[in-house]
């Protein structure tokens, strides 16, 4: 095996895994709440710009599905080509795990120019199918074709930082997503109100935020502290990225679904309810962000551990760190829901003062979030598969909680009990793909052992 001086952490392949798992998680599950919050800052300042806050303020959230959309098509190649390359590192191959790096690069590049010319070619037509009307439109465009612009820096910002976790430097990894939400913070209220930009100002904050983030992770990775170097050498088009990609598609599913699930819930909600329904379905999801943020938060900071003692063949760290995958968001999940489900009118006054909407949010939140502690049981296999780099199964359960079940639940159950059953598609689909994926793994993870030839324990 190579010796590097500068190897990623040791405590990878050394340090107590629940100790490891825990250290790793909180910065992971601190930057993943900066990352959430880019859009919440947003809209806090511009919903007060004077006299159009609320209509600005809807149009920048028409935009939200395209920037879902443009996040997702990141996370297809940093969050696949990543576990790739810890694996790698795992197994000693610094070089094979630097090729990785480097042509998931070039792809980041091609695919950021790629979206940001069809996606300005083509955003009046998405607005209007997404929702935007006169008064939003204007707005909706005027934020979405600045933040187009800064397309790259968010490709190489979220796609790149994915490889510094990778090599267990989940600090690191949490000052580069810090230092664009303090950036973001800064230049929000300087550039919407102090220049008189409005929507535009807000957007060109978020790019130029994204920009200082990419210029800080691109030094880290092309020097001698990132355990992977990005060189200029590497940044090519080659094969390695076929694998890196089909690992990728179950995070870029489960984001690139939610552009779709969006439109289901509103256009459903808007037909069976009315404003007030699409409202509440609003907030709800609004508070779901805070779990998913913790979830994920807890998943990229074990991934690294599974992927790395995975490629050292060290299967007793790999089964430990699995259990404490499984035990994370199954604890967190059902720990947070429980809390939302108890005091539901208290948080949705956080966003309204409008009764009948916080009526709905009181009735319908328990409902909606009961099937998470069962749900749980899918982010941790999702963890799992994806450190372990089984691509296939870990697709299967991307595509199964969301388009096989989610979708048609909520667009059929309606027709028999109304728009309480868009409400229910939600728990039906959660705890229904939980408890596959866990009699899935079971049966996966029993195989690669056999494969691996390790007595069952």
Not at 3 to 15: E, H, I
């Amino acid at each position: 095996m190579t010796t590097r001086t500068n190897a990623p952490d040791a405590g990878l392949g050394t340090t107590p895994v629940p100790r490891l798992a825990l250290a790793m998680s909180v910065p992971t599950i601190v930057a993943q709440g900066a990352n959430a919050s880019y859009t919440i800052i947003d809209r806090l300042f511009i919903g007060h710009i004077p006299h159009v806050g609320n209509e600005a303020m809807t149009g920048v959230g028409i935009c939200f599905p395209i920037l879902l959309a443009v996040s997702a098509f990141a996370s297809l190649v940093g969050a696949g080509g990543a576990p790739r390359a810890s694996i790698e590192l795992g197994r000693g191959n610094f070089r094979k795990a630097e090729r990785i790096l480097g042509t998931s690069t070039a792809f980041l590049i091609a695919l950021a120019v790629a979206l940001t010319v069809m996606l300005q070619l083509a955003k009046r037509p998405i607005l209007v199918a997404f929702g935007a009307s006169e008064a939003t439109l204007g707005y909706a465009v005027d934020f979405i074709t600045v933040y187009l612009a800064g397309t790259l820096f968010v490709q190489l910002t979220l796609g790149l930082n994915n490889f510094i976790s990778a090599q267990g430097k989940t600090t690191v990894a949490m000052v580069s997503v810090l230092i664009g939400t303090g950036v973001s913070i800064a230049l929000d209220p300087l550039f919407i109100f102090a220049f008189g930009w409005g929507v535009r100002g807000a957007a060109a904050a978020n790019v130029i935020a994204q920009m200082i983030s990419t210029i800080w992770i691109v030094w880290f990775l092309s020097s001698g502290r990132s355990a992977i170097r990005l060189r200029l050498s590497n940044i090519r088009f080659n094969r390695l990225i076929l694998p890196a990609v089909a690992l990728g598609l179950a995070p870029f599913i489960m984001q690139i679904t939610e552009c779709l699930i969006n439109v289901v819930f509103n256009v459903g909600l808007q037909r069976y309810g009315g404003d007030d329904y699409v409202t509440s379905i609003t907030i709800i999801t609004s508070l779901m962000q805070i779990v998913s943020v913790l979830t994920a938060g807890f998943q990229q900071g074990i991934q690294p551990i599974i992927g790395y003692n995975f490629g050292a063949r060290d299967m007793n760290r790999v089964r430990q760190a699995i259990r404490m995958a499984f035990l994370t968001q199954i604890v967190s999940a059902t720990a947070l829901v429980s809390l939302l489900a108890a005091f539901p009118g208290f948080f949705a006054g956080w966003f309204t003062d409008k009764p009948d909407v916080i009526g709905i949010v009181t009735r319908m939140m328990p409902i909606f979030v009961c099937g998470w502690g069962v749900f749980g049981i899918q982010m941790g296999v999702q963890c799992s598969l994806v450190g372990m780099g089984q691509a296939k199964p870990a697709i299967f359960l991307a595509i199964l909680r969301k388009v096989i079940l989610l979708v048609p639940l909520a667009i059929a159950l309606p027709h028999w009990i109304g728009v309480d059953g868009i409400f229910i598609a939600e728990p039906v689909s959660d705890a229904t793909s939980g408890i596959v994926a866990g009699i899935l793994f079971f049966f996966v993870y029993r195989r690669i052992r056999a494969r691996l030839g390790v007595d069952r324990e």
